[in-house]
């Protein structure tokens, strides 16, 4: 049986599968697309770093796919600052880092009643090793990539709101990218295997979609300054597990506007998303609202 | 942790900083559009990406960096073409700029300049003597060439990707040319009458 979707006829287990990804989620923050780590820098000997502040707070309670009443005022509220670098062997070969410093805090229930935890310090290290192939044709580039991943334990899980979980864990993503003088396609499909960790916590594996669509309304040839206007669209898919607060896991769709500015090889990039659609493991906290900026250079 | 009013004071005074530098560069305009060479390349539409490829670029040492914000490159993503402008004087290494635009990521398809030199014959293969930068180039034989050999001309021309990575500091090889001018003798030609280039012992 095929399915007809504008024009388009999918196998419909294809159709399905495609759906399903759609509609993925997870508790775990997105690691969207940034330009720096793909875009650029694609140069030989080319490397890069950038900054980004990441803000996710909410005191919205879930069960479900219901909003509840939160009467034990739980909340959480994560400050993540990212230094994330890339180096370039060659167009083909990139090895890329991303480390966080988090501040954290969470009002959860315990036996003695609402109890607030905090966590601050260094994250988990993420470890990729980019690879792509390029396609330069006459009016348009574009870039497929698989991408492993390994994050370390570097974080700490002695606070009540642990920084880090414990574990080795490994990734994989298969991205591809699309660019003309005006629009930019970007699409991420991941899998992360969430090992068991220290101190009960034991995430389940997560699935994720990343896409972005981008306009390119402004560009000066001359300073090679210009704007991009995106919507990036994530898609969470986490299996349930258990962090020292509870129930973690669940399905996830989130989507919002990403404003970036560039300037040679400076970038500076604003984002907000917010969930469209949550599905989660038992009682949690919603995801909630995020806010990022981010400022990068390539050298 | 740095606090978030902090982290915005630092990201909007760069992006600031930023913003004024666009008008400094956009005042530098270009001068001179008589000394230019222009790249047609694949797939240069990502203006982010396309800095690798000007940084290399800017690197060489015959452009002139008086032009187009002070590196002799411009790149137009709309077009998908970079322009050169180089140094009346120095001789114009293709290799490298087939390299520079490689190493930066993107293919080169073809390169069009102009040239300026005399037309000569040696051994039955023509050139194009260009003694202000020191280059020979390689033309194919046309009954035209005959017509103005020992003339100083101006020569539209083009060079493949695999001509241009052949090509060395004083032989290039060329595959179209077209005649857009042939001087008059009381017409100004050499720039540089003092160059001590030969060509006809060097070929």
């Not at chain 1, 001359?222 to 669940?250: H, K, P, V, W, Y």
């Not at chain 2, 800017?58 to 402008?85: C, M, R």
Request: charged content about 20%.
């Amino acid at each position: 049986m095929n399915i007809s979707f504008m024009n388009i006829h999918l196998p419909s287990l294809l159709y399905t599968v495609l759906l399903t990804l759609t509609l993925t989620f997870t508790s775990q923050p997105a690691l969207a697309h940034q330009p720096v780590m793909d875009m650029a820098p694609r140069w030989e000997d080319g490397w890069g770093f950038q900054l980004r502040r990441q803000d996710i707070s909410s005191n919205v309670l879930l069960e479900g796919r219901s909003k509840i009443a939160n009467e034990a005022k739980r909340s959480k509220s994560i400050n993540r600052l990212w230094l994330e670098g890339i180096y370039t062997f060659k167009r083909e070969i990139r090895l890329s880092f991303k480390l966080p410093y988090i501040k954290q805090s969470r009002t959860v229930i315990k036996d003695v009643g609402p109890v607030n935890e905090s966590g601050t310090g260094i994250g988990d290290l993420i470890i990729g090793l980019p690879l792509k192939r390029y396609k330069n044709a006459a009016d348009s580039t574009g870039n497929i990539a698989i991408t492993p991943s390994i994050r370390l334990p570097t974080g700490s899980t002695d606070a009540s709101f642990p920084v880090g979980d414990g574990s080795i864990d490994l990734g994989l993503s298969l991205s591809a990218s699309f660019e003309q003088t005006k629009w930019y396609q970007y699409y991420d499909l991941f899998y992360w295997v969430n090992n068991k960790g220290d101190k009960g916590i034991d995430k389940g594996d997560e699935l994720g979609l990343d896409i972005n669509i981008g306009w390119h309304p402004y560009h000066d040839n001359l300073s090679n300054t210009g704007i991009f206007l995106m919507l990036d669209i994530s898609a969470r898919l986490e299996q349930a597990g258990q962090d020292s607060a509870g129930a973690t896991g669940g399905k996830r769709l989130s989507a919002g506007p990403v404003f970036v500015w560039y300037r040679s090889g400076a970038m500076f990039r604003a984002e907000y998303s917010l969930p469209l659609y949550e599905d989660v493991e038992g009682m949690q906290v919603s995801y909630g609202d995020e806010f990022t900026l981010g400022i990068g250079f390539v050298f | 942790m740095i606090p978030m009013k902090i982290f915005i004071k630092l990201v909007f005074t760069s992006t600031l900083f930023g913003l004024l530098g666009i008008n400094a560069a956009q005042a530098i305009s270009e001068s001179n559009n008589s000394n230019h060479l222009t790249i047609q390349v694949k797939g240069i539409v990502c203006s982010f990406c396309a800095f690798g490829v000007e940084k290399n670029l800017s690197k060489l040492p015959f452009l002139d960096k008086t032009q187009f914000g002070q590196n002799g490159v411009l790149i137009d993503i709309n077009t998908q073409e970079i322009t050169l402008a180089l140094l009346a004087d120095k001789s114009v290494a293709y290799a490298d700029i087939a390299t520079a635009i490689t190493k930066g990521g993107y293919d080169p398809v073809s390169y069009h300049g102009v040239i300026e030199g005399i037309i000569q014959n040696s051994d039955g293969k023509w050139y194009l003597v260009d003694q202000g930068k020191e280059q020979v180039y390689h033309l194919s034989q046309t009954a035209e060439l005959t017509a103005i050999s020992g003339k100083w001309v101006l020569l539209d021309i083009t060079l493949t990707p695999a001509q241009a990575e052949a090509s060395n500091a004083e032989e290039v090889l060329v595959s179209e040319f077209r005649v857009s001018h042939v001087y008059e003798l009381s017409e100004p030609k050499m720039q540089y009458p003092q160059a001590k280039f030969r060509p006809s012992l060097d070929l």
